[in-house]
């Protein structure tokens, strides 16, 4: 098993501490941003870089994903949790307990099942489509924080954008400024010195500003005052109405976070040589997301933002995130009063900055250059995640998914193959439409497991082959190699084609058989004496010779 803190050395020990002081700098303001995106005070954003982090640390295999609530994730457990309690009430705090702890059994089960490859469902477009409708939505709460302007932040996408058009004349001038010049500095600052973390500047700036100004009396909204101290362990008391009701709502915060943190976590492996562990990197998700729930916080996945950061500081261990949460619980314990005059506008411009990335517009744009199918199931994705809501987008995600995989399914490569004079091939390549691949012989090739999608298709075409050849055809070989299962539809309509052949007085051999595919075909009652043959070129010429005397 692999030793926590994998990795780490004398040699690489300051490189890994400059990278948790870095990593420290970037997360407390977003994770602030985050929590009030999610509805909820900002200390719970803040407990999850404390007691969750130390967790997913000593467990993940992986040596540089972070782990921590995004925007995505805050979105959707706003949009989850906000037609069930009032955001901002106990009762509501509450629920996000227990929806990260649902998240967190989920991941568990996930982890010792080895059901991560249920999250490959979600293929890029869908994910596309998906966050960029939740980030397209949190921009919108962000642009009125940034003006000044209230709305019902949990409210529908277009409650939100009539709210902010219909109130553009309260726009705070103060506010309005400070949103300015805080986006500048964010946009320049990513541009010319991205070592620097802009977000810490640009909220030390701004509170100092509100301090020395008193913008407050003005009309700037502020954080606020923050609990001191670290967090308490806790359990949410709720009914299992309740518990049933957050079900969907944490089916979705895991696939997410499976699809995206799996994948980002293998991304990081593979480039710099060390090994990945899906169930592993399962496992201490699940763990992280019950210490989550269990000490006052909300769900947690992976931040790609942040692990990039890390790979860009050198780091090449977990060691980074334990120093954020040393960190963290020592703001806890002696720095909340530093927070309390955050200007609410400079929350707003780092959460909307961070998030215009996540609007996918440039893989929108790469998609509709390489295929306008996943570009359209992007676009319904994207449309019904924003005006419909965060679980129809998911839904309607897997649907559209399914969708794609049977229509490709359901019409794999089939090809009449055509003999060629070198004799090293046993590969023979496609032949023109109404040829045989020798006089009498017609070699098929099924590029797929024939299944109930795509048995009548394979069957209709092998009798086009055979009544659409321009000589009589006496023999058809049928390549398996890449036959690697075949289900109870698939054998009826390939029974149905056996049944044909005979009648049309046409024999049917086999060639390139797996072993378990051929155990399959007897196991179906679909073997009846047929000819094998390990190459195609063996088929052609075995059959030839019989062609020949016939």
């Known amino acids: 098993m692999q030793r926590p803190l994998a990795g780490l050395a004398r040699q690489n020990l300051v490189t890994e501490l400059t990278a948790g002081v870095t990593l420290l700098a970037i997360a407390i303001p977003l994770n602030i941003g985050y929590a009030q995106i999610a509805g909820l005070p900002a200390t719970a954003g803040l407990y999850a870089l404390i007691v969750p982090t130390i967790v997913y640390a000593l467990v993940v295999s992986s040596r540089q994903l972070v782990a921590s609530p995004d925007a995505a994730a805050?979105?959707?457990?706003?949009?989850?949790?906000?037609?069930?309690?009032?955001?901002?009430?106990?009762?509501?705090?509450?629920?996000?307990?227990?929806?990260?702890?649902?998240?967190?059994?989920?991941?568990?089960?996930?982890?010792?099942?080895?059901?991560?490859?249920?999250?490959?469902?979600?293929?890029?477009?869908?994910?596309?489509?998906?966050?960029?409708?939740?980030?397209?939505?949190?921009?919108?709460?962000?642009?009125?924080?940034?003006?000044?302007?209230?709305?019902?932040?949990?409210?529908?996408?277009?409650?939100?954008?009539?709210?902010?058009?219909?109130?553009?004349?309260?726009?705070?001038?103060?506010s309005l400024g400070i949103s300015a010049v805080s986006v500048a500095i964010l946009l320049l600052g990513a541009r010319f010195a991205k070592a620097v973390p802009w977000a810490l500047v640009v909220l030390v700036l701004s509170t100092l500003l509100v301090v020395l100004t008193g913008?407050?009396?003005?009309?700037?909204?502020?954080?606020?005052?923050?609990?001191?101290?670290?967090?308490?362990?806790?359990?949410?008391?709720?009914?299992?109405?309740?518990?049933?009701?957050?079900?969907?709502?944490?089916?979705?915060?895991?696939?997410?976070?499976?699809?995206?943190?799996?994948?980002?976590?293998?991304?990081?492996g593979e480039k710099h040589g060390y090994p990945f562990r899906a169930n592993r990197d399962l496992l201490a998700f699940g763990l992280g997301n019950i210490a989550a729930g269990a000490q006052g916080s909300f769900s947690m996945g992976s931040s790609t933002s942040r692990t990039a950061a890390m790979d860009q500081a050198g780091s090449r261990t977990q060691l980074p995130s334990l120093v954020l949460a040393v960190g963290t619980l020592l703001l806890l314990l002696f720095g909340t009063a530093l927070l309390a005059d955050i200007p609410s506008p400079a929350i707003g411009a780092v959460v909307g900055v961070a998030i215009l990335p996540l609007l996918g517009i440039r893989e929108f744009r790469l998609l509709w250059r390489q295929d306008r199918f996943e570009f359209a199931i992007g676009a319904v994705c994207f449309v019904v995640t924003l005006f419909i809501g965060a679980i129809p987008g998911i839904v309607v995600a897997f649907v559209l998914a399914l969708i794609n995989l049977a229509q490709r399914a359901a019409n794999p490569s089939i090809d009449v193959l055509a003999a060629d004079d070198d004799a090293k091939q046993s590969l023979l390549e496609d032949a023109e439409a109404g040829t045989t691949t020798a006089p009498g012989i017609v070699v098929v090739r099924m590029a797929a497991p024939l299944f109930f999608a795509n048995g009548s298709v394979f069957s209709s075409a092998v009798k086009r082959a055979v009544t659409g050849a321009d000589e009589r055809v006496k023999h058809v070989v049928i390549d398996m190699e890449a036959v690697t299962d075949i289900d109870v539809t698939g054998a009826e309509a390939f029974a149905s084609l056996e049944e044909w052949l005979d009648h049309e007085g046409v024999s049917l051999a086999f060639s390139r058989v797996r072993t378990p595919t051929r155990a399959r075909l007897e196991q179906l009652g679909l073997l009846s004496g047929q000819t094998f043959f390990a190459t195609n070129r063996e088929a052609v010429a075995g059959l030839g010779s019989r062609a020949s005397q016939d």
């Open 74 to 174: 805050a979105a959707l457990v706003a949009s989850s949790i906000g037609g069930l309690a009032t955001a901002g009430s106990a009762d509501y705090a509450t629920l996000a307990l227990a929806q990260a702890i649902i998240c967190g059994v989920m991941f568990v089960l996930m982890a010792v099942f080895k059901l991560g490859f249920l999250a490959n469902f979600l293929s890029k477009p869908i994910l596309i489509g998906f966050v960029g409708g939740l980030a397209l939505d949190i921009l919108v709460s962000q642009i009125a924080k940034m003006l000044g302007v209230q709305i019902d932040s949990g409210g529908e996408f277009v409650d939100k954008v009539f709210g902010l058009v219909s109130n553009l004349e309260t726009v705070n001038t103060w």
């Open 215 to 268: 913008l407050d009396r003005q009309g700037v909204d502020v954080l606020g005052e923050i609990p001191a101290g670290p967090p308490t362990l806790t359990w949410p008391v709720i009914d299992w109405q309740m518990w049933m009701a957050l079900i969907p709502s944490a089916i979705a915060l895991t696939l997410i976070t499976t699809a995206e943190g799996l994948l980002v976590s293998r991304s990081y």
